[in-house]
């Protein structure tokens, strides 16, 4: 099965895993967060099956949006 967008941490969001990553001493404080506000990532692979990386979509919709229009791209190129 191919691999699930996948959210970037961020300096500026204030989410439990980000703060440890970015540690409020080094990278100042913020208010603190229930969901993760870093870009998303995706992983793919191109017509030739090199693997592929898109970072710094904004939205997970935007990462599913470009997954949909990458693989069958790459599928049909393939066969």
């Given at each position: ?16 895993e980000?703060?440890?990553?970015y ?55 393939a066969?």
């Open positions: 099965m191919a691999p699930e967008p996948e959210q970037i941490p961020s300096r500026t969001c204030g989410c439990r980000c703060l440890i990553d540690p409020p001493e080094q990278y100042g404080e913020r208010p603190p967060q229930d969901g993760c506000t870093g870009p998303w990532s995706v992983r793919y692979r191109d017509a030739n099956g090199r693997h592929r990386r898109k970072n710094n979509l904004r939205t997970l919709s935007d990462a599913r949006q470009f997954l949909t229009t990458v693989r069958p791209e790459a599928r049909r190129h066969s």
